[in-house]
């Protein structure tokens, strides 16, 4: 690819601040005419932060935004749209009751000199784009019935009709079959052919090797290298990637592991994981780790009972078990600390005491009339255990910092007495010193006997915390490491779908 001298897209210093949580630091991105571009980094790193300010979504605090050669300050996507940028996200956002036509002219419909609806002009020019695109399908068509691929596809129809000189792809192809991403690729790489600017968002290196002129890779929020694909090798983007150091935030101490409590045997959930086996020892700290959409949570899901297998078995003390509901996985020693703790572990506007005790509220009534002296005791003592920073016990959880929030979950689930706790990102969100004091808390549940599956984003926290890492790839099990195989280096390689050779270990 001949490089021309003037970038469509520069970004540059570009910084942008969630509460406590710096998503970007400095950051940069240059896009130029007719290349396709791979954005790559952990999760975490700050693509889809940087994704969103270049669609409009996001304003940020620092930097600046030179499109075409002029300064622009997005307040919003439909601004960003008009101005030629257009953003394919992991799942289409179309209108499913409309066809493919209305989609692709939605809200801005040709009009006639008396400003009806000129429709035989919008259908002659979607037909005309879909041609364009080598696309079989019919304008006519509902978007409700169609593929994801197929959607795609109108978004791209869409982009087009708009004029688009910028086309951002996130996770194109993250649901997409072998056969629809070939399918993709040619349409991408046809439209580099037109001279578009084509941002292309992904966790499948080989895919990168396969299309992207240039790659540019985030760590931690900030800017750490843009080079020409032709110049790297997995083994170098995956050190780029995850080039940090492990800290004293990971206060893992000694625990004994017993025997075997958990055994999962081929479960399999269609379309969502498959053939997925583990063993789980008392003591033992088991870490899932892989990329988005790696299947990890969902995996939690099922042995939880959130959702159900389609096959599979799940053993608990060498026992079969039918785990149908959550009631049920607690009454056999199961707890789950989910990903979204506003959402899903707590009630916000319920004090510390209640969203404590809610789980095992039915030991604390007595005729429908609940012990409040009794109940307080407890989440005193958890309170207490687990250092929750707060003013006493009935303040209101939605008052607590995030890291005392997590405690508060926490206590919620050991309440229950469980043999068997599953952590989902139990320190997303959270500052540097509530990390250090969550960990600290899983040490030493785990010095105390208790099974713990640990599922993080954060490959530091896996590889520090873990006594075994098990790495997920596109649904499947990957890999399962001992703590003395398991590198960042290595849990990536197998995590983006490359096989692990001894030489990489």
Known sequence: MTQPSEPVVDLRAISKQFGAVQALRAAE??????????????????????????????????????????????????????????????EPTLFPDLNVAENVFMGRHPRDRFGRVAWKQMYHEVERLLTSLDVPLSVYTPVQGLSVADQQMVEIAKALSLNASVLVMDEP??????????????????????????????????EVFQLADR??????????????????????????????????????????????????????????????????????????????????????????GIDRADGGEIRIDNKSMHISSPQVAMRHGLAYVPEDRRQQGLVMDFSIAANMTLPILQQFSHFGIVDRQRERSVATDYSQQLRVRSAG????????????QQKVVLAKWLITEPKILILDEPTRGVDIGAKAEVHRIISELASKGLAIILISSELPEVLAMSDRVLVMHEGRVAHIFERGEATQENVMFVATGQVLYDNHK
């Open 215 to 304: 790659v540019t890779i985030m760590r931690d929020g900030a800017h750490v290298i843009t080079t020409p694909t032709s110049t790297l090798t997995s083994e170098a983007i995956i050190r780029h990637m995850v080039g940090r150091e492990l800290t004293a935030l990971f206060p893992k101490g000694d625990a004994e592991i017993g025997a075997e409590v958990l055994s999962v045997q081929h479960l399999t959930r269609k379309g969502v994981f498959e053939d997925v086996s583990f063993t789980l020892r008392r003591g033992e700290i088991l870490g899932f780790s892989g990329l988005v959409g790696a299947g990890r949570t969902e995996v939690a899901r099922v042995i939880f």
């Open 29 to 90: 991105l240059v896009l130029y005419p007719g290349e396709v571009h791979a954005l790559l980094g952990e999760n975490g790193a700050g693509k889809s932060t940087l994704v969103k300010i270049l669609g409009g979504i996001y304003r940020p605090d620092m930097g600046t935004f030179t499109l075409r050669g002029e300064m622009v300050d997005l307040h919003s996507p439909a601004q960003a749209q008009r101005l030629g940028i257009a953003v394919i996200h992991q």
């Open 173 to 206: 192809t993250a649901a997409l079959s072998s056969h629809e991403v070939e399918k993709l690729f040619v349409i991408t790489r046809q439209l580099r052919e037109r001279g578009v600017a084509i941002l292309f968002v992904s966790h499948r290196l080989e």
């Open 393 to 404: 016990i009935d303040q209101l959880v939605q008052a607590l910092s995030g890291g005392n």
